[in-house]
């Protein structure tokens, strides 16, 4: 299994940025995956989560502003990201086998990230 993210940047606050994940060794469709930040300096944050069955999740603090889908077809997971502020820096992975905020992130297969800079 691989992943590799992609669409990260430098944008200014209240941007919008399309972050991407191409895998390769599974279906996504019938995976679960997940997207986490690590800001600067401090540990991984789940963001997003979707399930087998298309169920999403959010952190409290990026619910409404960010959006994790699959396209099955490209095999390839998506996070969309409005609204964008100056803590929402840091390198973001995404991540398969982690199925929601309470699977153990030790379980899951992870890309390399990719930079997301906000400035103020």
């Known amino acids: 299994v691989q992943l590799k993210e992609s669409g990260g940047g430098s944008v200014q606050a209240g941007g919008s940025l399309r972050l991407s994940c191409a895998t390769s060794?599974?279906?996504?469709?019938?995976?679960?995956m997940a997207w986490f930040h690590q800001p600067p300096g401090k540990g991984r944050e789940g963001v997003a989560f979707i399930g087998q069955t298309d169920k999403t999740d959010y952190s409290d603090s990026d619910k409404g502003r960010f959006t994790i889908s699959k396209d099955n077809a490209k095999d390839t997971l998506y996070l969309d990201m409005t609204s964008l502020k100056p803590e929402d820096t840091g390198m973001y992975y995404c991540?398969?086998?982690?199925?929601?905020?309470?699977?153990?992130?030790?379980?899951?297969?992870w890309g390399q990230g990719t930079q997301v800079t906000v400035s103020s």
């Open positions: 991540a398969a086998g982690i199925c929601d905020r309470y699977t153990d992130p030790r379980s899951g297969v």
């Open positions: 060794g599974i279906t996504i469709r019938r995976a679960c």
